[in-house]
Nanobody, 117 residues
Framework: QRQLVESGGGLVHPGGSLRLSCTAS????????MGWYRQAPGKEREFVAT???????NYADSVKGRFTISRDNARYTVSLQMNSLKPEDTAIYYC???????????WGHGTQVTVSS
């Protein structure tokens, strides 16, 4: 069964840090590009960061310099280190696995991140 499970969300003060993790099962993890997306209340889901199967990374302008995406193929895990968090980072964060060659595209159920004083 293909599954992505996120963890690590929570409540943090502005300027604080959180580390999100996503563990995959049922997919050839090393072949997938992995990504993080987020959806704030009343807004559409938006891109945050991706990391390709070869380790190349890409970030939304709004998080560049503050967030870092990484992957551990041995543990089937992708992580998102979030520093200098702002209230506008508040959203549900979703993990994504994408392999266009096979039309493989999977989503986790999301984890809530709230940045508030």
């Amino acid at each position: 069964q293909r599954q992505l499970v996120e963890s690590g969300g929570g409540l943090v003060h502005p300027g604080g840090s959180l580390r999100l993790s996503c563990t995959a099962s049922g997919i050839a993890f090393r072949l997938y590009a992995m990504g993080w997306y987020r959806q704030a209340p009343g807004k559409e889901r938006e891109f945050v960061a991706t990391i390709t199967s070869s380790g190349n990374t890409n970030y939304a302008d709004s998080v560049k310099g503050r967030f870092t995406i990484s992957r551990d193929n041995a543990r089937y895990t992708v992580s998102l280190q979030m520093n200098s968090l702002k209230p506008e980072d508040t959203a549900i964060y979703y993990c994504n696995a994408n392999w266009p060659a096979t039309n493989g595209n999977y989503w986790g159920h999301g984890t809530q991140v709230t940045v508030s004083s």
